[in-house]
């Protein structure tokens, strides 16, 4: 539908970032092997700001997509930025703190995200779960549990919140509930590898993306 909306006004902003958006998320939730993915992502949301650089939405995008290209500064700025241009962004807040959290500032994270939820009280899974994350980040381990499992009510089959649980009960040797999220994530996604994630993995901290690792391989995963 973003295709067709491009075809029917070559200057609609929005739709080059939020057509670049989908693109990321195929590569991010491995819809898409092909590396060539996340660059068509950011080559279209790098299109909506030439065509309109005021536009929040654009700014919020390209935020996630250099998450996951590892440009982590830029990342940050982005995000700033959108909420900069639109101060009541519930979804800028909510992208800003996930970038947060994988550039290693939790305690960040825990504001925006809530500033999140506060302008959108109808907040979906992504909100409560990046709030969570950074708990965990932090060895909050109770709190993020608690936090998580509200994302997962939320959307169940979502990978990343069973992904958080799974690594979360396996460091608090919870060992049959650690099993149990991963076997979810094997639902969810059967091509799900630790060696997959670790390549894609855009914790700016390398350190953190091997205690995952380690937590999700207790857990079973291979």
Request: charged share 25%.
């Amino acid at each position: 539908m973003f295709e067709k909306a491009i075809a029917l006004d070559p200057q609609y902003a929005a739709a080059y970032a939020l057509l670049g958006f989908l693109y990321t998320v195929r590569w991010v939730l491995d819809w898409s092997q092909d590396p060539q993915t996340l660059e068509q992502g950011l080559t279209l949301e790098q299109k909506a700001l030439a065509l309109n650089d005021s536009l929040p939405v654009a700014h919020r995008v390209l935020c996630w997509t250099y998450v996951w290209k590892k440009q982590h500064d830029l990342a940050v700025a982005e995000g700033l930025k959108a909420i900069a241009l639109d101060p009541n962004d519930a979804d800028s807040y909510s992208i800003l703190s996930q970038a947060f959290n994988l550039v290693g500032e939790p305690e960040e994270a825990i504001g925006v995200a809530e500033k999140a939820m506060r302008l959108n009280p109808h907040y979906p899974a992504a909100y409560i779960n990046s709030l969570g994350w950074a708990y965990g980040l932090l060895g909050r381990d109770e709190e993020a549990i608690v936090a998580v499992k509200r994302a997962v009510a939320l959307n169940p089959d979502w990978l990343p919140p069973h992904l958080f649980l799974a690594a979360i009960y396996s460091n608090l040797g919870r060992e049959e509930e650690a099993r149990a999220e991963a076997e979810e994530m094997l639902r969810i996604n059967p091509n799900f590898s630790l060696e997959g994630f670790r390549q894609k993995s855009p914790y700016k901290d390398p350190l953190i993306t091997e205690r995952i690792l380690a937590n999700l391989r207790k857990a079973g995963l291979k």
